[in-house]
């Protein structure tokens, strides 16, 4: 087994390390796609790096338990504007 071949084992996104194994490419070994148990991001692995490993996802966009914790609610979608 290859390094890029191997499964992950932290989300790219929070670090967590328990991650499902979502789905896997029609033809096999070409990739996989993954769900944090955490915080639920997805990825695929032939994605590039910044969206697949923890140490070249984007700063700005980690998170962490805490952040998790108080994430604000989904705002609600709001009515529909009257036809002008
Ligand atoms: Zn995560």
């Known amino acids: 087994m290859t390094t890029e071949n ?3 084992t932290e989300c790219p996104r929070c ?4 991650l499902d194994l979502l789905h896997t490419s029609p033809v096999a070994g ?10 639920l ?3 695929r692995t032939s994605e590039p790096a910044r969206r697949t490993r923890r140490d ?3 700063e700005s966009f980690k998170l962490t ?3 998790i914790r ?15």
């Open 6 to 8: 191997a499964a992950p």
């Open 15 to 18: 670090g967590h390390t328990a």
């Open 30 to 39: 070409c990739w996989e796609v993954y769900q944090c148990e955490q915080c």
């Open 41 to 43: 991001y997805c990825w």
């Open 56 to 58: 070249a996802y984007p």
């Open 65 to 67: 338990v805490d952040d």
């Open 70 to 84: 108080n994430a604000p609610e989904v705002p609600t979608i709001p009515p529909l504007r009257a036809q002008a």
